[in-house]
């Protein structure tokens, strides 16, 4: 079936500093692609959606310039969190829409610790 | 935003009962899903029902869908311990739309 292969699993950074993270679509085209935050005994807040090859669509409240997304290819989707806070620690995970088989697939998502 | 609502929050059973746990919505919707998701991990797909279907079967799961209501159920039967986890549903208006998730329900089936 289809899968997202999601780097890293787990990063722990220092505050100010910025970190990337990858979503990637190993056997099908994910033209879209959709970011998800999901804090400590909480369900998963979209944060953006993005479509390949063009600007992502941010969620109410969600600053664009601190998370960075890039769709520049139809496997490949990042998001960068730039000048990281410990507020910001929290499980990011992206899912991909799989146009063929008509379905959604998660990646196994990231643990951030900022410090 | 959060699109719907869950209920209840958290469930507690014993092994071999069985869970059932309600998700409301606020929006026309395409299809509604269920996840299963073990503490800090991804996400598992268990179920996808359309708006044009009022109950579906799946192994031990059940997911009911009342679009009048804009309501849907999970009922999990003789429920096992590794049941035990966070079931969250989801909704997207579009195919291949945004998936909008509901509050969730921690499920604990205690051996």
């Known amino acids: 079936g289809a899968v997202v292969s999601q780097h890293p699993s787990w990063v722990i950074c220092k505050s100010g500093t910025s970190v990337k993270i990858e979503c990637r679509s190993l056997?099908?085209?994910?033209?879209?692609m959709f970011w998800y935050r999901q804090f400590p005994k909480q369900s998963l807040m979209l944060m953006a959606t993005?479509?390949?090859?063009?600007?992502?669509?941010?969620e109410q409240g969600v600053e664009k310039d601190k998370f960075l997304i890039n769709h520049a290819s139809l496997t490949l989707s990042t998001l960068t969190v730039t000048s990281a806070h410990p507020e910001d620690s929290s499980f990011y995970i992206c899912?991909?829409?799989?146009?063929?088989?008509?379905?959604?697939?998660f990646g196994s998502g990231t643990r951030l610790t900022v410090v | 935003s959060q699109q719907g609502e869950e209920d209840p929050q958290a469930l507690s059973i014993q092994e071999g009962e069985n869970a059932t746990m309600n998700c409301s919505y606020k929006t026309s919707i395409n299809n509604l899903q269920w996840y299963r998701q073990n503490s800090g991990r991804g996400l598992v797909h268990l179920i996808l029902?359309?708006?044009?279907?009022r109950e579906k079967h799946s192994g031990r799961l059940r997911v009911t869908l009342d679009t009048s209501k804009k309501s849907s159920s999970l009922l999990i039967t003789a429920s096992r311990a590794a049941d035990t986890a966070s079931y969250f549903c989801a909704t997207d208006a579009d195919q291949g739309g945004k998936l909008i998730f509901g509050q969730g329900t921690e499920l604990s089936v205690k051996p």
């Open positions: 056997d099908f085209q994910a033209t879209t």
């Open positions: 029902i359309r708006s044009n279907e």
């Open positions: 993005s479509n390949e090859g063009s600007k992502a669509t941010y």
């Open positions: 899912s991909a829409w799989d146009r063929t088989n008509y379905g959604y697939t």
